[in-house]
């Protein structure tokens, strides 16, 4: 003999297939809070520092105008304004590697 199951039992294994029971997936923050800040700096394609300037040097690519106390001019830190009668001190690659 053979044995057929009735429909009504094939639909219930079918139910039974469909539910898994739901997952949830809650993820947690972690947040770090470092004892020294840290400058945030940009990389250039060759990953040198892209310099933001200072007190001593403003990088533009154009003259903007007269500034008091500065020289626009094409200098070490590249084309900006540069503190008259200051020593240019270009900002080291290796202090952020």
Same mark, same amino acid.
């Given at each position: 003999?053979?044995?057929?199951?009735?429909?009504?039992?094939?639909?219930?294994?079918?139910?039974?297939?469909?539910?898994?029971?739901?997952?949830?997936? =809650?993820?947690?923050?972690?947040? $770090?809070? !470092? /004892?020294?800040?840290?400058?945030?700096?940009?990389?250039?394609?060759? %990953? @040198?520092?892209?310099?933001?300037?200072?007190?001593?040097?403003?990088?533009?690519?154009?003259? =903007?105008?007269?500034?008091?106390? $500065?020289? !626009? /001019?094409?200098?070490?830190?590249?084309?900006?304004?540069?503190?008259? %009668? @200051?020593?240019?001190?270009?900002?080291?690659?290796?202090?952020?590697?």
């Amino acid at each position: 003999g053979v044995k057929k199951e009735e429909p009504d039992q094939k639909e219930e294994k079918e139910d039974k297939k469909e539910s898994k029971p739901t997952q949830l997936v =809650t993820k947690k923050r972690v947040a $770090f809070k !470092f /004892k020294t800040k840290f400058d945030v700096v940009e990389l250039d394609e060759s %990953g @040198k520092v892209i310099d933001k300037g200072d007190d001593d040097f403003t990088p533009s690519l154009k003259w =903007t105008g007269r500034k008091g106390g $500065f020289e !626009f /001019k094409l200098g070490e830190r590249g084309l900006g304004y540069y503190r008259t %009668g @200051k020593k240019v001190v270009i900002p080291s690659n290796m202090a952020y590697s």
